[in-house]
Nanobody, 124 residues
Framework: QVQVVESGGGVVQPGGSLTLSCTAS????????MNWYRQVAGNEREAVSC????????NFPQSVQGRFAISRDNAKNTVYLQMNSLKPEDTGVYYC?????????????????WGQGTQVTVSS
């Protein structure tokens, strides 16, 4: 089992930036696909950005294209989500998820291990 811990959330004004971090322990990190999800209360979790050995880096929703970027540092067992030009609709709890393998899937059921989430609030 992988322990996943997110950090870096907070309150930011529209147009601002945040960088989220996700560290996984207890595994061969490079063998895992890492995916960021976000969730607004009452809604399902939405896949945001994924990194895998096969797919590289990819964003899922059109709404974050050109604004969000995922990267990873295998030496630090950490994946990052750089979020720029933030909008109020980006508000939510951001979760990091890990799945053994090399393919990015968007459905949460493909990911075995999840962090506790970090709150991102975009508000003036």
């Amino acid at each position: 089992q992988v322990q996943v811990v997110e950090s870096g959330g907070g309150v930011v004004q529209p147009g601002g930036s945040l960088t989220l971090s996700c560290t996984a322990s207890g595994t061969v990190f490079k063998a895992y696909t890492m995916n960021w999800y976000r969730q607004v209360a009452g809604n399902e979790r939405e896949a945001v950005s994924c990194n895998s050995g096969y797919d590289g880096s990819k964003n899922f929703p059109q709404s974050v294209q050109g604004r969000f970027a995922i990267s990873r540092d295998n030496a630090k067992n950490t994946v990052y989500l750089q979020m720029n030009s933030l909008k109020p609709e980006d508000t939510g709890v951001y979760y990091c998820a890990a799945s053994v393998g090399y393919v990015c899937y968007d459905l949460p059921r493909f990911y075995e291990d999840w962090g506790q989430g970090t709150q991102v609030t975009v508000s003036s």
